[in-house]
């Protein structure tokens, strides 16, 4: 007798509301088992998806950056990714001081 065959036999014996755990529980090995083939296929997709989009274009001129162009770009951003709770206050104040006033959102979020 097969795996499948003597776990039909063995739920068939069972009471009604343990053969609905016994379901549940296959039910979950068999989602568990598709999410772990799951990756394997978004890679290739992901894979296929990028070559397709940059398809064409291996031979064109890209600018060339620079780690001076990085930190130039990032400064001007006045401190946003070093202190984004600081910036935050900083470029929403009225916001900011209205919800403290309040002592809530003035929208209802």
């Known amino acids: 007798m097969i795996v499948a065959e003597r776990v039909y036999q ?3 014996q069972l009471p009604e509301p343990l053969q609905a ?11 568990k088992a598709q999410r772990t083939a799951a990756p394997e296929d978004e890679n290739a997709w992901s894979s296929l998806s990028l070559a397709l ?3 064409g ?3 064109e001129d890209t600018p060339e ?8 770009r990032f400064s001007s951003m ?8 600081r910036s935050t206050i900083e470029w929403f104040r009225g916001e900011y001081d209205e919800h403290v006033r309040c002592g ?4 209802g979020v």
Do not use: H, I, W
């Open 10 to 12: 063995s739920v068939l």
């Open 21 to 31: 755990e016994v379901l549940n529980f296959s039910e979950y090995l068999l989602l």
């Open 53 to 55: 989009a940059m398809r």
């Open 57 to 59: 274009m291996e031979n």
């Open 65 to 72: 950056y620079t780690l001076a162009d990085l930190k130039e």
């Open 78 to 85: 006045g401190g946003a990714l070093s202190s984004p709770a």
């Open 104 to 107: 809530r959102c003035a929208v």
